[in-house]
């Protein structure tokens, strides 16, 4: 696993399975009244294709300073006290996780906004790739629109 992160923002990529309850103390915070969670898991089907796994790959450096960036600005925007962000690299089987976001706000309004937006800007924004597996032997890369 690579970290960076400060008091109030973790970034982390893993190779390993990943889970809410590996950082669920990251985000807690007795001042603050909302926590949220995303997690992006490992489909069976993509259209009329069964999935048979998942594999991303990425460059990690530059991952890792873009979701930091991304994470300063949503912390600053929704005005969140805590937020995580982890992301799988490598083969990530069915209903397992690739993408884990947690946040923290004074209200829940600021967390559920800010998920939708984080995740959106994950996808757009960062250099990493996820390649489907389907029980044909087809593989497919696939892109965000």
Known sequence: MTQLGNRNVVIAIHYQPISISMYR???EDADVGAHAW?????RRMTGELE??????EGFEPMA??????IA???VSEFKLAK?????????????EASLIVGCSAPHRVNVLLS???IVDQLKADVPIWKKEHFANGETQW???K
């Open 51 to 56: 999935t048979v796994r998942l594999t991303y």
């Open 64 to 69: 890792l300073r873009e979701m930091n960036r």
């Open 115 to 117: 998920l939708a937006k």
């Open 38 to 42: 995303f997690e992006g898991v490992t």
């Open 83 to 95: 937020l995580l962000i982890a992301h799988r690299l490598g083969d990530v089987p069915l209903g």
């Open 72 to 74: 300063e600005c949503i």
């Open 25 to 27: 103390h990251l985000i």
């Open 142 to 144: 696939v892109h965000p």
